[in-house]
């Protein structure tokens, strides 16, 4: 299984960026997935998941209310929309896969090679 990340770029505070996580194999809708970011200087953190079957959904605090995850297992993408886009969200996002079906904080296994989201102010 590979993760293909795109969407990233430079957008002004206020301003929004949909992400997409593309994947291979024939086995993204058994599995839950998430997007995780890591700004410089700092560790990698949770952003938000999904279940496999997008019936659930989790979201770090920092983000919630202001991003969506989302899927389309026909496709085997997975989806993040940013809104309302602050500088400190600021970071290169990653997209997983877990090794779960459910919306988790961990126990990720795959990881895409992440894409730069950098926010003005």
């Known amino acids: 299984v590979q993760l293909q990340a795109s969407g990233g770029g430079l957008v002004q505070a206020g301003g929004s960026l949909r992400l997409s996580c593309a994947a291979s194999g024939r086995t993204f809708s058994s599995y839950a997935m998430g997007w995780f970011r890591q700004a410089p200087g700092k560790e990698r953190e949770f952003v938000a998941a999904i279940s496999n079957g997008a019936t659930n959904t989790d979201y770090a605090d920092s983000v919630k209310g202001r991003f969506t995850i989302s899927r389309d297992n026909a496709k085997k993408t997975v989806y993040l929309q940013m809104n309302s886009l602050e500088p400190e969200d600021t970071a290169v996002y990653y997209c997983?896969?877990?090794?779960?079906?459910?919306?988790?904080?961990?126990?990720?296994?795959?990881w895409g090679q992440g894409t730069q989201v950098t926010v003005s102010s």
């Open positions: 997983a896969r877990s090794r779960s079906r459910l919306a988790q904080r961990t126990n990720y296994d795959v």
